[in-house]
């Protein structure tokens, strides 16, 4: 399976901005769909966006669509988040997922590499 490390995560004040990275190894990036979610204390992991290998095809929660970006370089095995607008419900511990047969269908599932999770603590 591949194996995904994300980064980037921190503190932050509402209206500011975060990148998260999410880097892949042991696989071929581009046999991977992408997806970001995210988990807050004491509630369950929800999908927050998903981008296909090539890039063509993106999703979002309604909750995060007009701030947040998610997109890929193949070309560096990385996966990016880009969170503007951040609101304090946005504090979560933020996960990326690999998946090789992900489908536009069910674009909010993902089953296959999960990485370690990155904290994002926005502070109002």
């Known amino acids: 399976q591949v194996q995904l490390v994300e980064s980037g995560g921190g503190s932050v004040q509402a209206g500011g901005s975060l990148r998260l990275s999410c880097t892949a190894s042991?696989?071929?990036?581009?046999?991977?769909?992408i997806g970001w979610f995210r988990q807050a204390p004491g509630k369950e992991r929800e999908f927050v966006a998903s981008?296909?290998?090539?890039?063509?095809?993106?999703h979002y929660t309604d909750t995060v669509k007009g701030r947040f970006i998610i997109s890929r370089d193949n070309a560096k095995n990385t996966a990016y988040l880009q969170m503007n607008s951040l609101k304090s419900d946005d504090t979560a511990v933020y996960y990326c997922?690999?998946?090789?047969?992900?489908?536009?269908?069910?674009?909010?599932?993902?089953?296959?590499?999960w990485g370690q999770g990155t904290q994002v603590t926005v502070s109002s």
């Open positions: 042991g696989r071929p990036f581009t046999n991977y769909a």
């Open positions: 981008i296909s290998w090539r890039g063509d095809f993106t």
């Open positions: 997922a690999a998946d090789p047969h992900w489908t536009t269908t069910n674009y909010y599932t993902f089953s296959g590499s």
